[in-house]
């Protein structure tokens, strides 16, 4: 009995460590809305625009230098006129002064022009080219309708998902020793 009275006594005094809560300023927003996107307020807003389809590391950190934001600032802390300058940039970087070389769809199939996309329209005109590939029977499209990569990878030993699990070469059989 004298051990589970120790152990219980040790388990009362030991005093676990207090978490610490964050302290966040009065003006704080924990979500953020970009692009018709709910970014968190807790991270850099460079990092919390990655979180838009469409938009990378390079391309978040010049959105910020343009929109004249820190890189270094947690996107719930930003002004209302920081928030609404980086959402008409990340909609319309063009106008905005970005380099064309920069946006994600140039030279459009359909209008010609030079387009950033992002979020579901990304998605659309990405399902809408692999559909037209298919429809014209192009190299790529055949390649995409089979399951097969596109960009002239090797496939004998890579992208096995349709030919089964193992590629093996048949061992030739040791001929017998001759008896002298």
């Known amino acids: 009995m004298k051990t589970a009275e120790k152990i219980q006594e040790k388990t009362q005094e030991r005093v676990l460590p207090k978490v610490q809560e964050k302290v966040y300023p009065a003006n704080f927003k924990h979500i953020v809305r970009i692009a018709n996107v709910d970014l968190p307020g807790e991270k850099l807003i460079r990092f919390a625009l990655t979180n838009i389809k469409g938009v990378g590391l390079r391309f978040?950190?010049?959105?910020c230098t343009i929109a004249k934001v820190k890189?270094?600032?947690?996107?719930?802390?930003?002004?209302?006129e920081q928030i609404s300058a980086l959402d008409k940039i990340v909609v319309n970087p063009l106008a905005h002064g970005f380099p064309i070389w920069m946006v994600n769809r140039r030279k459009d199939y359909d209008s010609g022009e030079d387009k950033h996309l992002i979020t579901g329209s990304l998605n659309f005109v990405q399902e809408n080219d692999?559909?037209?590939?298919?429809?014209?029977?192009?190299y790529r499209g055949v390649r995409h309708i089979h399951g097969q990569p596109s960009r002239g990878q090797r496939t004998r030993s890579n992208f096995r998902r349709n030919k089964g699990k193992v590629v093996g070469v048949a061992k030739k059989k040791a001929a017998p020793a001759t008896a002298k």
């Not at 978040?60 to 959105?63: L, R, S, T, W």
């Not at 692999?130 to 192009?138: G, N, P």
Request: proline share 0%.
């Open 71 to 80: 890189k270094d600032t947690k996107t719930g802390t930003l002004s209302n």
């Open 60 to 63: 978040a950190d010049a959105v």
């Open 130 to 138: 692999l559909k037209r590939l298919k429809k014209i029977k192009s």
